[in-house]
C-alpha cells in the first residue's frame, strides 16, 4: 500500500497521544452520544436505557477474547484493521440514520463498533507496552491518560454541539428563551390557554415568550409534582408526544433475605455507628416557571416539524423539569406545548440560564455528526499505519503446530501461575476500594441539603468544582504522576503514590464534619483529592503493566483490566446503601479505612527497582 521504511522506533509523541484519542471516542460514542441521539430521534427512554446498556457489554467480557489479539497477527495489525473497522460501522450508522428501520440497523453496526472498539483497547494497550520502553511507559502514562480524557470531552461537548449547529441551520429559526431566578415573582399556577399571536405572512416559525422569571421561593414537592404532571397532561392530549408509564417493581420486603439479612445488618450498623434518622427532611423543591411553543403556519399535510429544548448557557441550577421533544402537525400546529423550568431548592441567588428550541432536520444532523466522525477514523487508519512503529516484539505468537485452543487456554493458565501472582490480584482489587466508593457519593453529598447531611451545593456549583476544577487537578496528578514515575522507577514512587493516593480522602472527611460554605474551600479539598487520585493511579497503572509483561502480554493486561473493573465494580455497588444507614461523617471515615489494605499489601508486592527507570545505553 505504502513503500515505506519499517522503523522499530518513533518518538512516541507521534503516535500516543493520537492512539488512546482514537482509543477514547469510540467508547464515549457508545455510551453517551448514542443516548443523546436515539433521544433526539424519539426514541422512549426505557428502549434507550435498554438497547444502550447492553452495548456495555463487549467491554466487560473483552478480557475473554484477549488471547486471540495475542496468538493472530501482530498488535499493530489489529490496531490498524479495528480502526478500520469502527470507520465501517460509523458509516454504517450514518448511512441507516434516514432509514425507517433506522433503530434496528444502528444498533446493529453500533454492536460491531463496540466490539471493534473493545478490541482495539486491548491491541492498543498491548502496543504501549511494546512499543515503549519500560522508562517511557512509566513517562507516558499521564499523556495517554489525559489524551483519553480529551476524547471524552470531545464525544460528550463537541460532537453534541455539532450536531446542535447542523440542527440549527437545517430547519426554522432557532428559539431562545432566558430563564432567570428573581426574588420578584411568586409561585405560580398552570394556565395553558393563552391568547395566540398568529403570523400575518407565510413564514413558519416558532411563536414564544423570550424571557421567563421564577421565583426562589420554595415549593411543596406534591404540588410541584402535581404542576409537571398537567403539563404533561396537556401534551400528551394535544398529541405532542405520548407519556411512558414505567412499572416499578416494588421490593420484596417479606423474604428470607430482607427479614434474616438486610434488616438485621442494617440495625447493627446503625447501633455501631448510632445513627438515627434525619430529624427533618424538607418537603419543600425549587420553584416551577413554564414557556409555551406553537408555529406561525400550519405545516403541510403529513408534514411534521420536530421541536428539541435543551440547555444551552448559563447557570444550570436552572434546569428543563424533564427532557421535552414535540412534535407539531396540521393538527396541533397553533396549539401551545408548554415546557417546565425548575429551579435546585438550594438556589438563593439571582441566576440567568438560557434554553434553545431547536427544530432542524435532526435526521441530517446527525448523519453528518457520525460520517464527519466516520472520516476521522479512516484518517486515523491511515495516520496510524504510516505513524505506528514495527516493535521488534510485536509478533503473532501461534505455535507451529497451529494449536490454537491450546494457546488460547494457555495465555489465562500462564497469568494465574506467574509468580505471586495472589498478591497481585489483591492489590488490583483492593488498591482501588476507597474511590470504588467514593466515586459514587462525591456529588450526591456536595448536593444534599444540611439536613440530610451534605454541603447543600447548587448543581451549578457542582458542575464547576467537579466538571471543571476537577478536571484540571485529576490530569495534572496522572501527568506528573507520569514524569515521577519515570525518573526514580515504580518501586520506588510506590509507598508515596499509595499514600498521596488515599490521604486526600482526609478532605471529605473534614468537608463532612466542618460543613463549609465557602465554594473556594469546597472546590479546593475536591482539587486535592482529585489530584492525589491521578498521581497515585499511576502506581497502578504500572504496576498492571509490570505483572502483564511476558509472552502474552496483550492478554494478561486485559485480564488485570478484568480484575480493575471488578474492584471498582462490587464495593460501588454497596456503597449507596451502607451511606444511607451510617450516613455522610461515618461513611468517609469509612472510605478512609479502606485504605488500610493497600497498605498491608505493598510490603509483599515485589517490583524490580530498574522498572520505569531510564536505562542508560
Known amino acids: 500500500m505504502f513503500n515505506l521504511k519499517k522503523s522499530t522506533t518513533k518518538n512516541p509523541w507521534l503516535w500516543v497521544p493520537s492512539l488512546y484519542f482514537a482509543e477514547g471516542i469510540p467508547y464515549v460514542l457508545v455510551m453517551t452520544l448514542s443516548v443523546i441521539f436515539y433521544k433526539r430521534m424519539g426514541i422512549s427512554n426505557t428502549d434507550i436505557a435498554l438497547y444502550t446498556s447492553w452495548l456495555y457489554l463487549p467491554w466487560v467480557i473483552k478480557p475473554l477474547w ?63 507496552m511494546l512499543g515503549l520502553s519500560k522508562h517511557n511507559q512509566a513517562y507516558y502514562i499521564g499523556i495517554r491518560s489525559t489524551f483519553y480524557r480529551l476524547a471524552m470531552l470531545m464525544g460528550q461537548g463537541v460532537l453534541v454541539i455539532l450536531a446542535g449547529h447542523f440542527e440549527a441551520k437545517t430547519g426554522l429559526p432557532p428559539v ?14 398552570f394556565n395553558p390557554i393563552i391568547n395566540n399571536s398568529l403570523s400575518d405572512n407565510n413564514a413558519m416559525y416558532f411563536i414564544s415568550p423570550i424571557e421567563v422569571g ?23 392530549f394535544h398529541g405532542f408526544y405520548y407519556l411512558e408509564h414505567n412499572q416499578k417493581k416494588e421490593i420484596n420486603k417479606t423474604g428470607w433475605w430482607h427479614q434474616c439479612i438486610a434488616v438485621p445488618l442494617q440495625n447493627g450498623l446503625k447501633k455501631v455507628f448510632n445513627t438515627t434518622e434525619p430529624e427533618s427532611i424538607l418537603q419543600t423543591t425549587g420553584n416551577i416557571g413554564f414557556a409555551y411553543f406553537y408555529l406561525s403556519k400550519q405545516p403541510e399535510p403529513d408534514e411534521t416539524v420536530v421541536l428539541n ?98 494457546d488460547f487456554l494457555g495465555t489465562f493458565a500462564e497469568f494465574f501461575k506467574k509468580k505471586e501472582i495472589g498478591v497481585a490480584l489483591t492489590f488490583l482489587l483492593v488498591y482501588r476500594l476507597p474511590e470504588s466508593q467514593l466515586l459514587k457519593l462525591a456529588s450526591p453529598f456536595l448536593l444534599d441539603s444540611n439536613e440530610l447531611g451534605g454541603l447543600g451545593l447548587s448543581t451549578g456549583d457542582v ?37 498521596i493516593m488515599h490521604l486526600p480522602i482526609i478532605t471529605f472527611v473534614y468537608l463532612s464534619h466542618a460543613m463549609p460554605t465557602s465554594l473556594w474551600l469546597i472546590g479546593g479539598a475536591v482539587a486535592v483529592e482529585q489530584f492525589g487520585y491521578g498521581f497515585g493511579f499511576t502506581a497502578y497503572m504500572l504496576y498492571m503493566i509490570y505483572i502483564s509483561d511476558g509472552k502474552h502480554k496483550t492478554a494478561h493486561f486485559a485480564i488485570t483490566t478484568g480484575f480493575m473493573a471488578l474492584g471498582m465494580m462490587l464495593p460501588g ?45
Open 66 to 128: 484477549s488471547p486471540i489479539v495475542d496468538i493472530f497477527k501482530t498488535k499493530r495489525w489489529w490496531i490498524i484493521i479495528m480502526q478500520l473497522m469502527i470507520g465501517v460501522g460509523l458509516a454504517g450508522v450514518a448511512f441507516t440514520i434516514p432509514t425507517t428501520k433506522f433503530l434496528q440497523y444502528t444498533l446493529a453496526f453500533l454492536w460491531l463498533l463496540a466490539f471493534s472498539s473493545a478490541t482495539h483497547d486491548i491491541a492498543a494497550d498491548g502496543f504501549y
Open 176 to 189: 431562545e428563551i432566558s430563564v432567570n431566578s428573581t426574588s420578584e415573582v411568586d409561585s405560580t399556577l
Open 214 to 236: 421564577i421565583g426562589m421561593q420554595k415549593m411543596d414537592k406534591s404540588r410541584a409534582k402535581v404542576l409537571i404532571d398537567s403539563v404533561d397532561a396537556w401534551n400528551s
Open 309 to 406: 429544548i435543551s440547555h444551552l448557557k448559563g447557570n444550570k441550577s436552572i434546569a428543563l423539569a424533564k427532557s421535552y421533544r414535540f412534535e407539531f402537525n396540521q393538527h396541533n400546529w397553533n396549539t401551545p406545548a408548554w415546557v417546565a423550568f425548575q429551579l435546585d431548592a438550594k438556589l438563593n441567588k439571582p441566576v440567568t440560564a438560557t434554553f434553545s428550541a431547536l427544530s432542524g432536520n435532526i435526521t441530517f444532523a446527525w448523519t453528518i455528526v457520525f460520517a464527519f466522525i466516520a472520516i476521522i477514523f479512516v484518517g486515523f487508519f491511515a495516520y496510524h499505519y504510516l505513524i505506528l512503529p514495527y516493535p521488534t516484539e510485536d509478533t503473532a505468537i501461534v505455535s507451529s503446530q497451529g494449536n490454537v485452543m491450546k
Open 463 to 499: 458542575g464547576l468544582v467537579y466538571g471543571t476544577v476537577g478536571i484540571i487537578a485529576l490530569s495534572l496528578g496522572g501527568i506528573i504522576g507520569g514524569i515521577a514515575a519515570a525518573k526514580k522507577g515504580l518501586k520506588f514512587w510506590l509507598w508515596p503514590m499509595v499514600l
Open 573 to 617: 455497588m454497596m456503597s449507596g446503601w451502607l451511606q444511607d444507614i451510617i450516613g455522610y461523617q461515618n461513611f468517609f471515615t469509612w472510605v478512609l479505612l479502606c485504605a488500610i489494605p493497600s497498605f498491608l499489601v505493598i510490603p509483599f508486592l515485589k517490583v524490580d527497582p530498574s522498572f520505569g527507570k531510564k536505562v542508560k545505553q
